[in-house]
């Protein structure tokens, strides 16, 4: 199983399934000499916990990081950060009811294709525990980019069919998306939104929903051309977290119903532009106009209902759902889609100034 | 300019402007001892050339490509492949009138920030022109991946707001697509569709529109878990492509709205699913049903009317446009969709290959 | 600090300072279904580790590793091994005679100018250490290679000026490797060795030395031309050791002395070579026959002697060596070298496997 | 077969076969904005180039570089330089000896056994002619190096049992190394050396020999500790050159019969060195000292003789060598290792730019 890596120069590496010992990561390529705030890695951990709203899981998981290497009195050395985050004991647990079936719409079957032997505990390797170790090394990168000014800020602009409109994106304000368990910064509408979100937790049932990312204040000149525009590996990274199923940056698949004359951004005097359907990318590289994407997440899988479904034999059987589960995903992915695009930001920041 | 390769066992790196002496590329880690028919590669060109149809680009380009190693005897023999397609001469050319403007929503901008001097004759480095590399590699991986049973096949499904309903979508037969110059394979959507561009070229305008892709006869287990997911990798190849705004794969973004229990595909005995919400990817991994997907392309940034922008110094300007260029990109985009998409495969069939 | 992974398809990754809490490492690309014996791991571990025997450090290290990942019910999943080393807790020591001066010939002047802020105690980052986990890795990558009837050996040819001869190696059997503390299957030679080292270390001094690798079973094949050689990759590997200065394949640095009708191996009928000139490898792929190569490493630069130096602000100071070092590192270096070599060999058993 | 690429900012990927259209390569990452001296480029093919003098081979092959892109008004653009040497026609020649016979100590054999197909016209994909790529992209580096007041040299120090000693190294001026054909800077051993070549060559024999290369005006911090160390790399990179038996830095193998007393460099209040065994590297990073490395090269395999051999089949046959060979290498592998050299120094200098 390859491809648990991310990144060129600051490189993420994780490793772990979701009821062994631990799970964690090593992160190499970090600039030295810079004074880490451990307390700013743990909050964005925490904002991806299980347990934190009524609307999320329930699940207990503590989350607590151990950074284990790279860092010497409180700044970065240049060496690797090797972090772990233990899993709370669960050897208790029973899964015998799921150790033979392939869960729908689960990686049961893929995985069990693929490599033969799998840890059914659980998501084993493909469990969104994983993402925690995300949300660790996008901290880190995240205080990198403060430092050149750099912002990003994710937050819920769609459950099921209800969605934020232009107008509302347009008037919102970033300190009220931890206002409310949703994290959408326009209240009706999480009201709204949670409201749905409960309807459907009633029914044992999951819905999908979308994030929307800003990021601010980047410097002209990032990505690079051809295979790595920044979209492409933005898209990319956010493509990599469970259970999405679409990107669309700047206008997106409605831009493309405009025509050219209004879907170009004419230039100011000052290099800026007066639209931004470009979403602040132009041939793939950042023109320093704020970039805006969107991620797509269906709803989970995991429902307490019981489900037809098959064993490893292909005989007939019935899934019964049980635990403690998300009824929507967009809350907590908000934390995990805003730590992809610090990491991958972060990258094409060092990869612009490998120059002479 | 780093990032001019794709792939990671099949890696095509590329090179080349659009008014310089010659693109081409060189595909490393081609397995060996293949019979290749060069006739398909120049046909596969020949679908993304300009000036195929009435509706595209009357541009000449005679885009012949020249195989330089790698196959001796019409064999592979496992040695890198080098390729160039000439540029015809385009000395005489006039480009004064951009030289020192910035064409809006074009890379003229970045480039020039980034690097400091550039090559303003056509789009350089950024011309779609570059794709035409793509389409020798992907012609090769296609040839390739024939022989697996795997097959690839893209067509144009939305020309601005007209698009393919599901049920069109479900009736579709893939030797239709290339009967119009749309490449959309349901005849009356493609006449409104050609009637659009040819409303919108006739203002000197652009309009956009959406590539669909379905690959058949996929093996159970591309694609590797966490980061290099198959559907992340396929994402970020087409969001590589010049115009691309967004990517979604399997139910992507109307899926959202659904509950979970509606979105699960139910296994049915023999390992396949009833409904194929999954778009043939479960926890990044192929599950053997087809696997499907959608890219958005904006309008295309050049257009024959009169634009505000401003010049290198910051000087209001007005630029002109002139030329023949494609009023929608997308009937080309067809084939630029299937290489891409056949090297990302093929790259996934060997790393599952990489085995004891 | 980038740099800390090695392999493509079989990747290591490592994290980790000699006095922080923890080193380890993350392997990715792990074949999957394959039962791991944990006690070999172990095994290889303590051939590494200080205070085996009477002429190596006497420092007391535990070093026993603890496999977080990556296996479920003694079998591996194809997910990635993360694993980690506790570092014995050392906080009582004193490294203040070290934090501002630089010892000769180690890296504390190349990681301050490098880095601006380095791990002071002990060796940081740069301590060999670190290769603790390249063992863990070795030590997995070996079974793998068992499994293919591949077999890698590796012994102490020489010690400071004494040196098995071509007919002494040609006699060799390896199970006395492990029968003297030197590691070196000549027993005579070993006493001399022996001595040597117990002198040397007596003074305080330290001596260099040679360790021989011999790779059997090695099938045809393995090692790509160009660039990634088989011989161009192990000798990466081995220069990436601690102290390493050198590396010779095959007839080595001797064989430039030889003419080409005497060094050419001539074929028998079964293709093998009547002669080794080629030590295994041609054109940078393995041929069948064993792989032979030797690695050079320099006397360890920490001595139990006062040595004058500079301090960061360059002021002359006098450094004290004191505590419980190597005099010789070419025996702890054996495991290490055989540590290497399985992964670089695993690595290419993988790509070679990459084929349609 | 992959493996065709070096680097990893500065990277170059070469194509082609000896007999083929032509040979080429692209250079990715390159720094913009820099005029580069096309001079330069072809000077250094030149001095690669057979037909130089004497005592190399009488091939005629006008290596001649044509540069299709990268580079606008005689400065980089950042884009990929793309570039081919076409081959001399060679058609005519006869191949049909060795078409189906294994040269002793050629890699016909593995390339047969590890592809199935193989270009058997002179060494296909292994022959040294692939070298001219590195040496371009080598040029190349070379001119951004100088920029930086980085300069490398290489000269032939040993042919046969021929060696240049300490001293006559240390009193060496680099502007005497063209003035002989064996660009050894010590006249009296050059003519002898030269005289050794004739004998051999009257043989229709091969002789080996070491190519020194020193580096000065390296920055402190250049490469990356663990793995990617900057004497791992350079080892790599030479060891990947045709024909490279061995590679030692520093005090090499002879630097293992030292005492750490004697080894260990003394540092100066400026921080200097008195001594340089380690070879201007510590702890896998620049010190600022001069980078000093010897290169083994083995007796070339083709010789004017009949050898004993096998066929495809294992049939014994007898292989008669015909045509202009080298009857010694190492002159014409200076300027291939300071190319190499060259590409290493400057993708660790980009790397070492890539921070905040």
Not at 164 to 190: G, M, Q, W
Not at 192 to 215: A, F, N, P, S, Y
Not at 245 to 264: A, D, I, M, P, T
Request: neutral net charge.
């Amino acid at each position: 199983m390859a491809g648990s890596s991310i990144g060129t120069i600051f490189k993420l590496t994780t490793f772990g399934e979701s009821h062994g010992i631990a799970i964690g990561g090593i992160i190499d390529g970090v600039p030295s000499n810079f004074k880490l705030d451990m307390e700013l890695i743990q909050n964005e951990l925490d904002r991806r916990r299980p347990g934190q709203s009524v609307i999320v899981t329930q699940r207990k998981e503590s989350d607590t990081v151990q950074i284990l290497s790279g860092i010497f009195e409180g700044k970065t050395t240049g060496a690797p950060i090797g972090f772990i985050i233990q899993n709370d004991d669960q050897r208790s647990n029973d899964y015998s009811h799921i150790k033979d079936s392939f869960r729908p719409s689960h990686s049961d079957y893929t995985y069990e294709k693929k490599y033969g032997h799998r840890d059914y505990r659980g998501g084993g390797r493909s469990s969104a525990r994983e993402t925690a170790c995300r949300v660790v090394a996008g901290a880190i990168a995240k205080q990198f980019l403060h430092s050149q000014n750099i912002s990003i800020q994710a937050f819920v602009d769609q459950v099921g069919a209800i969605r934020l409109t232009p107008e509302e994106i347009s008037t919102i304000k970033y300190n009220t998306i931890e206002s409310n368990p949703v994290r959408c910064p326009i209240s009706s509408k999480a009201e709204e939104m949670e409201k749905l979100i409960r309807e459907v937790r009633k029914e044992g049932d999951t819905i999908g929903g979308c994030v929307r990312c800003e990021i601010r204040g980047v410097p002209i000149g990032l990505g690079e051309p051809v295979f790595d525009r920044l979209n492409a590996d933005l898209g990319k990274a956010m493509l990599s977290i469970n259970a999405a199923k679409g990107f669309e940056y700047g206008s997106g698949f409605q831009g493309v119903e405009l025509r050219g004359s209004q879907h170009n951004d004419v230039f100011l005097e000052d290099g800026t532009t007066l639209t931004n359907h470009s979403g602040g990318i132009q041939g793939g590289i950042s023109n320093g106009m704020p970039i805006y994407f969107r991620v797509a997440f269906k709803p989970v899988a995991t429902i307490i209902q019981d489900q037809d479904s098959i064993d490893k034999d292909g005989n007939k059987v019935v899934v019964t759902g049980k635990g403690r589960h998300d009824s929507c995903v967009v809350p907590r992915a908000v934390p995990i889609v805003e730590s992809m695009a610090s990491i991958i930001l972060l990258d094409f920041v060092l990869r612009n100034n490998a120059r002479i």
